[in-house]
């Protein structure tokens, strides 16, 4: 209320008129004050800048018809003051002239009351204005120094600061002072003040800032409307993904179930034709014992059929060679000894025997004595039965072949059953979801401590083999402990091998406090050992291209830094991509693998873990015993190669073939394995020969390293020539021989 009464006490003030004295403070003529500013000087009537909207705002005009004409002077005691309405840009030719006489005298306290209820009009009307538009402290500062200039403030008559209207006005603080004296010039050209050009350059500075500003908010709510756009596809691409992986999971897990019922079925039918393990009791234990189906039987049927059948054409070609015909003489011969013989015969049965026929006949009938055959009815005979001998040879032969076929089935059926009852036995076989996304399927075999599970990868849509590791809760911590750290360090060296022959490690992760995981490569095929098992031998060239991509592995283990030793290389750890010989094959199981030391010399480490591995595939030094663990190098690995091919190409190891583990230690048959020797059959290649005995020399130091096998003869491209003479079998196989002697004498 005392606002708008200060605002009402403003706008009926009247309008004084200006003495002498300050008529000479006026100028003649009209002036325009520069753009947005009024610069007060002391020869000018300060202006100050209406604040609000207005296109034509702060215009003050004097007009007189004297040449020598001056302002209207105001009364005595007051202040010349510009109408609030011409402040406002209003027309005040319609609102009654305000008298002198409604105001006393000028007193020092009422101009200061008026000064105050102005300021405090001034400042309301532009809070209420820059409410929304925001203007700087600055300004508003500057308008009311101007308002107290035209209160008749002295103090800021001196130095009044020029202010810029604060809107986007079109004619703005613009000032005008018209006289008809045609012999008066135009007033005198404003006073630069350096300080309004400082204002100005603020306020542009200012514009440019907010314009700048509101364009950083309009980039970063398009940025903000983007982020939840892409936030919103990301989630909704999320859902899509689990709604996918959930689909894949439930089609995945139906049909592992519909296999492992068919394999269940399938088993049941091939026990009743093949064979099963049945419980036999033995003393006070029992004990699964092989008993063989059907289709044995049947086989061994055949068999017995056709060994009755050799031995009556046996017994029959006897009989004939006895009715072989001869020659005349010897045939008058022959019957005259016949005749006498049935008469002899005759007269003995007749002196010894009463009769008892009435009418002197026997009652038995008497055997006739075999005829004579024709020669022509006795080589007839003979070619029949020499024919029914080559059909009962060819029958025997294709009853072998079946039978050898169905052993074959029935290693795969024995291997089967045992893959149906251990899966059917593992905690895992519900279709476990291993790590968030491993989804386990199907069993593909368990060893001693382990297992390893055909699984699908959700994250990366694609088929892995995971190895569960299970740690024995009877064991002792130590113990433990040397497990965890040995699967650790499998992982480690494995983890880091990246080679199109190498099983690659994806993952491993702990499932609880007694199991943890390998992810591991997944290769369809079966081992190399099952497939000598099932074919018992290979072909020279199917062994040489599998032997040729083992030696390509080892390469790459020796020239890294570290160099790694396998150590377990055996048919075992080879994997059949496609499960032939004829095809890609890929190196695992580093469980015993070594890493060597760069700084050792000798290119060799000691082997701490002796008695490990498997014996048929180790070399001689690996078996010594001493004071101190022997050394071992890449050389291990290449015996093992040795090993491997020649048992391809000859379906036996060199040595101790049909020995076991413990025999060969006990026996010291690798010790012995002094040369090694190539049988008649199959026929195999001088090279080939070279290349086994190249790899299986007793002593490490003659024996070929990785790179030697690499370069050899038999890995050669057709029909290039070899530039070095092959060296002499012979003589190798002495020196080597001479050698092994003088070691064999050593031990």
Same mark, same amino acid.
């Given at each position: ?7 009402h006490?403003?706008? /009926? ?17 009209a002036?325009?004050l520069? &753009?947005?500013?009024s610069?007060? @000087? ?6 100050a ?5 207005n296109?034509?705002?702060g ?7 004297d ?12 202040n ?7 402040q406002? &840009?209003e ?8 008298s002198s ?13 008026k +000064? ?6 001034? /400042? ?16 508003i ?10 209160? &008749? ?12 209207s604060p @809107? ?11 006289s ?12 630069h ?8 350059? =603020? ?8 314009l ?11 940025? !903000?409307?983007?982020?939840? /756009? ?8 999320r ?11 439930r089609l995945?897990?139906q049909?592992? @179930?519909?296999?492992r ?6 088993c049941?039918?091939?026990?009743l034709?093949?064979g ?6 033995q003393?006070e ?7 063989d189906?059907?289709a ?12 009755n059948? +050799?031995n009556e ?26 005749a006498?013989?049935q ?6 049965y007749?002196?010894n ?6 009418n002197? #006949? ?6 006739e ?12 005979? #003979?070619e029949?039965?020499?024919? !029914?001998?080559e ?13 050898d076929? $169905? ?21 895992f ?16 075999g ?26 024995n809760q009877?064991w002792?911590?130590?113990?433990k402990?040397?497990?965890? %750290?040995?699967?650790?360090?499998e ?5 880091s091998?990246?080679h ?12 609880d406090?007694?199991?943890?995981? =390998?992810?591991? /490569? ?13 074919? %018992?031998?290979?072909?020279e060239?199917?062994a ?9 592995? $080892?390469?790459y ?7 790694i ?17 004829g095809g ?12 060597m030391?760069?700084?050792?010399d000798?290119?060799s ?43 391809c ?6 040595? &101790? ?12 048959t690798i ?9 008649? %059959?199959p ?12 790899? $299986? ?5 003659e ?14 491209? +057709?029909?290039?020539?070899? $530039? ?10 002495k020196?080597?021989?001479?050698e092994?002697?003088?070691?064999v004498?050593?031990?």
């Amino acid at each position: 209320m005392a606002e708008a009464a200060a605002e009402h006490h403003l706008l /009926e003030a009247p309008v004084s008129v200006a003495t002498p004295n300050e008529k000479r403070l006026f100028n003649t003529g009209a002036r325009t004050l520069p &753009g947005s500013a009024s610069t007060p @000087t002391r020869n000018s009537f300060p202006i100050a800048v209406s604040p609000f909207g207005n296109n034509h705002v702060g215009v003050v005009s004097y007009t007189s018809s004297d040449s020598n004409h001056s302002p209207p002077s105001p009364g005595p005691g007051q202040n010349h003051r510009v109408d609030a309405d011409s402040q406002t &840009g209003e027309d005040t030719s319609e609102r009654p002239r305000l008298s002198s006489s409604s105001v006393p005298g000028s007193s020092s306290a009422k101009r200061s009351r008026k +000064r105050k209820a102005r300021d405090v009009n001034s /400042e309301k009307k532009m809070t209420d204005f820059f409410g929304i538009n925001g203007p700087s402290a600055s300004a508003i500062k500057r308008f009311h120094a101007a308002s107290h200039a035209l209160n &008749g403030d002295s103090s800021s008559n001196d130095n009044f600061p020029n202010s810029a209207s604060p @809107t986007g006005n079109n004619h703005t603080g613009v000032v005008s002072y018209t006289s008809s004296d045609s012999n008066q010039s135009p007033p005198p050209g404003s006073v630069h003040n350096p300080r309004v050009d400082a204002d100005s350059q =603020t306020e542009e500075d200012y514009d440019t800032i907010k314009l700048e500003d509101t364009k950083k908010e309009r980039y970063i709510e398009d940025m !903000r409307k983007l982020n939840n /756009e892409l936030n919103d596809q990301v989630t909704s691409y999320r859902r899509k993904m689990d709604a996918s992986k959930a689909t894949i999971k439930r089609l995945l897990v139906q049909q592992s @179930t519909m296999e492992r019922k068919q394999a269940r079925a399938k088993c049941m039918e091939e026990c009743l034709r093949i064979g099963q393990f049945k419980p036999t009791r033995q003393g006070e234990h029992f004990k699964d014992v092989w008993s063989d189906g059907w289709a044995f039987e049947e086989i061994q049927k055949k068999q017995q059929k056709i060994a009755n059948e +050799r031995n009556e054409i046996q017994n029959a070609s006897q009989i004939l060679k006895k009715k072989k015909p001869t020659t005349n003489k010897e045939s008058k011969r022959q019957a005259a000894a016949a005749a006498a013989a049935q008469v002899q015969q005759q007269n003995y049965y007749d002196t010894n025997q009463p009769s008892t026929s009435t009418n002197g #006949d026997d009652i038995f009938a008497r055997p006739e004595l075999p005829n004579q055959l024709t020669i022509q009815e006795y080589l007839e005979q #003979d070619e029949i039965y020499r024919l !029914r001998k080559e059909h009962l040879k060819k029958e025997e032969a294709d009853l072998l072949s079946d039978k050898d076929r $169905l052993e074959r089935e029935r290693n795969l059926h024995i291997r089967e059953l045992k893959r149906v009852q251990y899966e059917e036995a593992s905690r895992f076989k519900d279709h476990e979801l291993l790590h968030k996304r491993y989804l386990l399927l199907s069993l593909l075999g368990k060893g001693g401590f382990s297992e390893v599970w055909r699984a699908f990868d959700l994250e990366e849509n694609r088929y892995v083999a995971c190895k569960i590791h299970h740690v024995n809760q009877e064991w002792k911590e130590d113990k433990k402990a040397n497990y965890v %750290k040995h699967a650790m360090r499998e992982k480690d060296i494995h983890k880091s091998l990246d080679h199109a022959r190498i099983v690659k490690l994806f993952d491993l992760f702990s499932i609880d406090n007694d199991s943890f995981c =390998t992810v591991l /490569e997944y290769c369809d095929g079966n081992d190399l050992d099952f497939y000598l098992k099932q074919n %018992k031998q290979i072909p020279e060239k199917e062994a040489r291209c599998i032997i040729m991509q083992v030696v390509s592995a $080892l390469k790459y283990l020796s020239e890294r830094k570290p160099p790694i030793i396998h150590y377990d290389l055996k048919p075992a750890n080879i994997l059949l991509q496609t499960g032939t010989a004829g095809g890609e094959i890929k190196i695992t199981d580093f469980g015993l693998s070594k890493l060597m030391d760069d700084n050792d010399d000798s290119d060799s480490i000691e082997l701490t873990s002796q008695g490990a591995g498997t014996y048929w595939y180790l070399p001689p030094e690996t078996f010594l015993i001493g004071h101190h663990p022997p050394k071992i190098s890449s050389k291990v690995d290449v015996w093992s190669v040795g090993v491997i091919f020649y048992q391809c190409i000859y379906g036996r190891r060199p040595f &101790g073939h049909e020995q076991t583990q413990q025999k060969i230690l006990e026996e010291n048959t690798i010790l012995k394995a002094t040369e090694v020797f190539f049988p008649s %059959k199959p026929p195999v290649t001088a090279v080939a020969q070279d290349f086994i005995r190249r790899c $299986l020399q007793y002593r490490k130091e003659e024996r070929a390293d990785v790179h030697e096998l690499a370069r050899h003869e038999l890995f050669r491209p +057709r029909g290039q020539k070899n $530039l070095q003479p092959p060296s002499s079998p012979s003589s190798s196989a002495k020196a080597a021989a001479k050698e092994n002697s003088k070691d064999v004498d050593e031990l």
